[in-house]
């Protein structure tokens, strides 16, 4: 069936460090890819899509990838930033009414 | 941003009492979910519906139930809360965009609920 797979935690990062959470996901048809961010004591907000292979999501400095060949979708941003602290979901959805969340990759950046 | 509603957003109560978890949503949105999300992180689907009069189990049993008598209203209910049920509770909605490739969920803040 299809699934998410996404790079355990928790991550700890410098201000200003370089971030990749890696995700991959396995899918039967031709599914649409998500970041999603959970900042302490809320809900999850989109981050960033990307409905196609090749496809470049982008939003507040993060960007992913649609990479089919290897079945991908990691998450990077090039200058983390203390307020950049939160749990970072993949999801995807092939199928309507059908999304599956990875189990969540937890970020601390620390000054 | 996502117009999406949930209430309360903490409640502590009591072993074997009612309670009724309410999301609203105004942006017209014909689906919506219920997730239960453990201290672990991981999301769980237990509800969802496809529009008003529908509404579907997910992929973790649970024993709460949900109604959808109008489109922007999708309460989730426990008969008899017990210390197992203790959780945070996300709901969503998604649209359809114009096609099933743009469908994107939104969520709501979040219930947190202990049962003591």
């Known amino acids: ?111 | 941003e996502a117009d999406i509603y949930q209430t309360p957003r903490y409640l502590v109560i009591g072993t074997g009492k009612k309670i009724t978890l309410e999301c609203s949503q105004t942006m017209g949105h014909d689906k919506m979910y219920w997730y239960q999300q453990d201290p672990g992180m991981e999301l769980h689907l237990i509800h969802y519906s496809y529009g008003v009069n529908s509404t579907e189990k997910g992929d973790l049993s649970s024993e709460s139930t949900v109604s959808r008598i109008r489109t922007e209203h999708f309460p989730l209910t426990l008969e008899s809360a017990r210390p197992s049920h203790t959780s945070q509770y996300l709901c969503a909605s998604s649209d359809s965009g114009t096609t099933i490739f743009e469908e994107t969920q939104y969520f709501g803040p979040g219930t947190r609920l202990l049962v003591l």
């Open chain 1, 1 to 111: 069936g299809d699934s998410v797979t996404q790079m355990e935690g928790p991550v700890t990062l410098s201000e200003e460090a370089f971030l990749t959470i890696n995700c991959t996901y396995t899918a039967t048809g031709y599914p649409s890819l998500f970041w999603y961010v959970q900042y302490p004591g809320e809900g999850l907000q989109l981050l960033l899509k990307a409905t196609k292979a090749d496809d470049k999501g982008s939003n507040k400095g993060f960007e992913a990838t649609y990479r089919k060949e290897t079945t991908s979708f990691h998450l990077e941003k090039g200058s983390v930033q203390v307020s950049d602290s939160a749990v970072y979901f993949c999801a995807l959805s092939a199928v309507a009414n059908q999304f599956y969340f990875g189990t969540g990759t937890s970020l601390t950046v620390i000054p």
